[in-house]
């Protein structure tokens, strides 16, 4: 998936669930911090597995997610 698609779908399902629970003026906003904290969790996942015979696959998963985490900055 692209990055900034990835990025979109993320805010998007986390919008899903928020819709009712917050201010409909402050979902976006509130959608958008808690795809922050996913992203986070999936780069931070990726320490687990330095020194691995398949490095090189964990560091380009890694660098996905923060180029996706980039993306939602500029959203």
């Given at each position: 998936?692209?990055?900034k698609?990835?990025?979109?779908e993320l ?6 669930r ?8 402050n ?6 911090q808690?795809?922050f904290v ?6 931070s996942s990726y320490?687990?597995y ?5 490095q090189?696959?964990?560091d380009?998963e890694?660098?996905?997610?923060e ?9």
């Open positions: 998936m692209k990055i698609e990835q990025a979109e805010i998007e399902k986390h919008h899903q928020i819709v009712g629970v917050v201010d409909v003026n979902a976006f906003y509130y959608a958008k808690c795809a996913t992203v986070d969790e999936l780069i320490s687990q330095t020194g691995m015979h398949d090189e696959f964990f380009s890694r660098k996905y997610w180029s996706v985490k980039s993306e939602l900055q500029t959203l």
